[in-house]
T-cell receptor, first 115, second 116 residues
């Protein structure tokens, strides 16, 4: 059971380049989300999805696109990278256990630098 | 507006000391959920606990305990007999969606260093 898998772990981009951060989960979770973590800012929600075909914006969506064509995958796209997008990105998925407690699982993170 | 405040930016203790991490939240909703997450130096985020606003019972899990007080809007986290492996950044978070945690509002985190 791989859990939540993020790739790549590290990435350096030049301003204006585009790229996709991959996120996959093999736990059949409906909910998935993307966060960015910046020093002194904590974690901020970028986009989220409550199921295949459904996505919505979080707190800081500008400059990012997402899609959810399958339950397993939730890629995050940077269309034109900017230095302000230098951050650590976390993907997460969640489910409810038998006691109706939600459990959130995070990927290991992607460290992105935009020069 | 929803907000989570973790006033302690960094805490340093010696092994075996008890330590409490503070979390104060703001919301006008009557139904909400509170979380704690741990981020060790490896960077991954680890879920610790989720509480709903109707359950004010304190919870204990091994050396970890949580004190939820609606009267002061606080959800503090205590580690008893701390260990070096507890060194991490700890995040408190608030969720209002009454369902999934896809709209968590995180505090800025408290960096805990446990020295041998």
């Amino acid at each position: 059971n791989a859990g939540v898998t993020q790739t790549p772990k590290f990435q350096v981009l030049k301003t204006g380049q585009s790229m996709t951060l991959q996120c996959a989960q093999d736990m059949n979770h409906e909910y998935m989300s993307w966060y960015r973590q910046d020093p002194g800012m904590g974690l901020r929600l970028i986009h989220y999805s409550v199921g295949a075909g459904i996505t919505d914006q979080g707190e800081v969506p500008n400059g990012y696109n997402v899609s959810r064509s399958t339950t397993e995958d939730f890629p995050l796209r940077l269309l034109s990278a900017a230095p302000s997008q230098t951050s650590v990105y976390f993907c997460a998925s969640s489910y409810w256990d038998s006691r109706d407690n939600e459990k959130l699982f995070f990927g290991s993170g992607t460290q992105l630098s935009v020069l | 507006a929803q907000k989570v405040t973790q006033a302690q930016t960094e805490i340093s203790v010696v092994e075996k000391e008890d330590v409490t991490l503070d979390c104060v939240y703001e919301t006008r909703d009557t139904t909400y959920y509170l979380f704690w997450y741990k981020q060790p130096p490896s960077g991954e985020l680890v879920f610790l606990i989720r509480r709903n606003s109707f359950d004010e019972q304190n919870e204990i899990s091994g050396r970890y305990s949580w004190n939820f007080q609606k009267s002061t809007s606080s959800f503090n986290f205590t580690i008893t007999a701390s260990q070096v492996v507890d060194s991490a950044v700890y995040f408190c978070a608030l969720d209002l969606t009454q369902g999934g945690s896809e709209k968590l509002v995180f505090g800025k985190g408290t960096k805990l260093t446990v020295n041998p």
